[in-house]
């Protein structure tokens, strides 16, 4: 975040402060009949507000300038500041606060946010006119040259590219060539510049340091692209160990303790909320299984985890319960005799899932993410389906992206084994709460849910 935009973050957050005391002063007056109210939730709501804004100045929000953006960066802003909201009022027992007042001026500051945040766009390109940007090259017009160039296009507050060097492509709609790489002298004299980006092989070792003296030479800032993507074909980490870089080859969001840190918050709450309003189907269907055959209510499979941690999961037994050894690694099939009769109702819309809640409460499991399978079929991934095993960088979950699109049964052949995997890996590469919530979304109503289900 830069020094010259402390002027917008203070102005930005005075703004929403008077834009939630007025959403508070309209709930008040609808609700009270008057229109100011000061009370616990009053300051309770601002100071929460005030800690959202400022956890979320690190993700360079006020760099920002498309206003598509900015509203969904308003959009997880105002879930933190609801689930905060929602977490202190109960575990500070303010019994006496109104949840109709909460809920409802929270939806009323939602919604007078969002024309405010065009306003937020605005100031900051008035803010921003006028200045001189950075004039930078780009040497090498290849698939980073490329992805360089889109982005300062989209984000001219960054600078404005000049055109690339290269000594393969042509000047073309698509590219705007200046030169070969032996011309960076000759392009720098008639059109200086302030900085250049290094994209080509790092193998070309003797070319990238005199390309290095020659920008040094002409006081160019020469910055470096370490061109992994090419070798990785995915998103990965650099890191710094005593001075060593280190690359981290597979980068996921939540490899980052503030996602996992939401996203288990979300679980604890979720499944809680599960567990209490699910109760008296747990009563029915648990008296319905002792009724229908004999054997334990519940069945207690080991299943695999995160880092490959060995968990029991929690399950309404489905299956007579006198099942051979060899039965336990043999997969669910249609019509499959060891399925009881209420087992067969159970599975079909998923409520022998419903015990898992309990494992997600307690942490071994998420509400979303890879369904866990048995240590023998995790097996027979591994040796079918590539990368199968990244799977375990995050808990297993109750519902998964594969399962909403129908990616759940039995696995009889390798395209199965491999496309659910496929599904699975998307899901930990692109996690986002909004992701989250779509998949559960999809569980409730979508068709393929219950694709294969018995």
Known sequence: MRLGNRTLIVLFLLIDLILLSLSLAIMARLHYDEWIKFNDLY?????IWIATYIFYLDLAFFDIESTSNRLKSLIRKFFVYMSLGAILIVLLNMDDISRTMFLGSSLVFL?????ATYLYTYLIAVRQEGQSYKRILVIGAGKIGSALQTFYRLNPIYGKLIGFLDDQKQKSDRYNILGKLSDFQEVYNSTPFDETIITIDLAQEATIKSLVN???????????VANYYSVFNRNFELKNLAGIPIINVREVPLDNYIPRFWKRIFDLSFSGFALLITSPIFLIIALAIKLDSKGPVFYRPVRIGKKGAKVLIYKFRSMKHNSSSADKTRSTTLNDDRITRVGKFIRKYSLDELPQF???????MSVVGPRPHRVDLDKRFQQIAPSYMV?????PGITGWAQVNGWRGPTE????YVVRTLHDLWYIEHWNFVLDIYIIFLTLFGKNTNKNAF
């Open 391 to 395: 799977r375990q960088y995050i808990k």
């Open 358 to 364: 309990i494992n997600v409460f307690i942490g071994d």
């Open 214 to 224: 020659i920008a040094e030479y002409n006081g160019v800032r020469p910055s470096m």
């Open 43 to 47: 300051f309770l709501l601002h100071g």
């Open 413 to 416: 052949t390798k395209y199965q």
């Open 111 to 115: 919604g007078l946010k969002i024309p």
